[in-house]
């Protein structure tokens, strides 16, 4: 076979297929079609959320199948989750969250919101307490840690052996309350 010349060359008896050159090659050159991005997927499900939850939440599916580590996907689809009440998917979608980026505030507090409505105070704390450590503005941090830390040391209180730590407990509760209300120039009876 001669370079530039059309021959038929043979594969065994299953495959016979002509050769061309590059020369002979004619059309224009045609693009790659791409598909929608993971971050186009996202703002799809940005957009979608006040009119169409369901359509929101496979936004966000898509824009994590093509991105996994798309921290904000996460966190917003967690929020569809728990507005939804599925709260078991929500905080595994908060913690993914976390996992793609463990600096954000707003994912601690989300998942401290959803372990608490699932009845876990001390982990709730916790998520609250690190969504203070990042961001000592977090007004709803503060605001939340304060609430639990009051409730958990008004039932230390009762009992004369832990009434040390429960006082100590309502201390921490105390500055949370003002550190609320010093960022938000409310009182916490208005909210």
């Not at 499900?45 to 929101?56: N, P, T, V, W, Y």
């Not at 608490?116 to 105070?121: A, F, N, P, V």
């Not at 000592?136 to 605001?143: F, I, K, L, P, T």
Request: glycine residues 8%; charged residues 25%; aromatic residues 6%.
């Amino acid at each position: 076979m001669s370079e530039g010349s059309d021959t038929v060359a043979s594969v065994g008896d299953l495959l016979t297929f002509e050769l061309r050159s590059a020369s002979k090659l004619s059309g224009p050159r045609r693009g790659l079609r791409r598909g929608t991005s993971a971050t186009s997927w996202y703002d799809l499900g940005c957009r979608l959320e006040a009119s169409d939850s369901q359509a929101a939440i496979a936004a966000y599916e898509r824009a994590l199948a093509g991105c996994p580590s798309l921290a904000d996907a996460h966190n917003n689809l967690g929020r569809l989750h728990h507005d939804a009440g599925a709260l078991a998917l929500a905080e595994s979608c908060y913690r993914l969250a976390i996992c793609a980026d463990a600096a954000i505030a707003l994912y601690w507090f989300n998942l401290g919101v959803v372990v608490e409505d699932l009845g876990r105070g001390a982990e709730a704390m916790a998520a609250y307490t690190r969504a203070i450590e990042l961001d000592d503005s977090a007004a709803d941090a503060h605001y939340n840690l304060a609430r639990l830390l009051e409730v958990r040391g008004r039932r230390l209180r009762d009992d004369a052996a832990t009434r040390p730590a429960a006082w100590d407990l309502l201390q921490q509760a105390v500055r949370h309350l003002l550190r609320y209300r010093a960022l938000t120039g409310r009182h916490a009876a208005s909210r």
